[in-house]
């Protein structure tokens, strides 16, 4: 029987509050950090792909950043965001889509994904990824993707997941991306276990 991803996730979001889910944060430090230090205008357009019921959109409000895009699969965590935004949730672009199955219609000049490219276990699947981003972007866009690393878990909701380091990365998104650095994070979850994290920055070749 063929896995229905939707369903899955929907399914999480409906039996489990955002803030009991293993990869939530209540301080996105790591990838509000990393945004900053793109140097990206405040007007820019910025994408968090995966980003559903995460906070990392209300930080980034908080930090004046204006035009901000939310891509998730699950219409229940889009609606646990927008609860918590309240007004604040007006001035987001809210996206429910697969970004497997994804025709982007804007371009943005920030893509952020944490926890979303890893649960990609198929190959086929992983390259309409990296087609749906590389439409997505403008020549010269910030790319930070955030995935286990090899000493990170092999399972996280109950499936299975890819583990990452640099070199893998590098090898999934190809030669229209430059590497540029990344960064280690152990994350702990709600209930305190450690979860290795690696964040990849990559920016989108001019041609």
Same mark, same amino acid.
């Given at each position: 029987?063929?896995?229905?991803?939707?369903?899955?996730?929907?399914?999480?979001?409906?039996?489990?509050?955002?803030?009991?889910?293993?990869?939530?944060?209540?301080?996105?430090?790591?990838?509000?950090?990393?945004?900053?230090?793109?140097?990206?205008?405040?007007?820019?357009?910025?994408?968090?792909?995966?980003?559903?019921?995460?906070?990392?959109?209300?930080?980034?409000?908080?930090? %004046?950043?204006?035009?901000?895009?939310? #891509?998730? *699969?699950?219409?229940?965590?889009?609606?646990?965001? &927008?609860?918590? +935004?309240? @007004?604040?949730?007006?001035?987001?672009?809210?996206?429910?889509?697969?970004?497997?199955?994804?025709?982007?219609?804007?371009?943005?000049?920030?893509?952020?994904?944490?926890?979303?490219?890893?649960?990609?276990?198929?190959?086929?699947?992983?390259?309409?990824?990296?087609?749906?981003?590389?439409?997505?972007?403008?020549?010269?866009?910030?790319?930070?993707?955030?995935?286990?690393?090899?000493? %990170?878990?092999?399972?996280?909701?109950? #499936?299975? *997941?890819?583990?990452?380091?640099?070199?893998?990365? &590098?090898?999934? +998104?190809? @030669?229209?991306?430059?590497?540029?650095?990344?960064?280690?994070?152990?994350?702990?979850?709600?209930?305190?276990?450690?979860?290795?994290?690696?964040?990849?920055?990559?920016?989108?070749?001019?041609?």
């Amino acid at each position: 029987m063929n896995f229905n991803r939707k369903a899955h996730w929907e399914n999480v979001y409906e039996t489990k509050m955002p803030t009991k889910v293993s990869w939530y944060q209540t301080q996105p430090t790591v990838s509000l950090d990393f945004i900053i230090s793109t140097g990206i205008n405040y007007t820019n357009n910025i994408i968090d792909v995966g980003g559903g019921a995460s906070v990392l959109v209300d930080k980034l409000f908080d930090k %004046g950043f204006k035009n901000l895009t939310v #891509l998730d *699969i699950s219409s229940k965590a889009i609606g646990y965001a &927008k609860e918590r +935004l309240k @007004k604040r949730a007006d001035d987001v672009t809210w996206i429910e889509s697969d970004v497997t199955e994804h025709n982007p219609s804007n371009k943005y000049d920030l893509w952020h994904d944490r926890a979303v490219f890893h649960f990609l276990t198929d190959v086929k699947d992983r390259r309409k990824y990296v087609k749906c981003m590389n439409q997505a972007l403008n020549p010269g866009a910030h790319i930070i993707i955030s995935t286990f690393t090899i000493a %990170g878990p092999p399972k996280c909701s109950g #499936l299975n *997941i890819e583990q990452y380091d640099t070199k893998k990365m &590098k090898n999934e +998104l190809g @030669k229209s991306f430059k590497f540029i650095k990344s960064v280690n994070e152990t994350h702990v979850t709600p209930w305190g276990a450690d979860q290795k994290f690696i964040y990849c920055y990559f920016k989108k070749k001019e041609r």
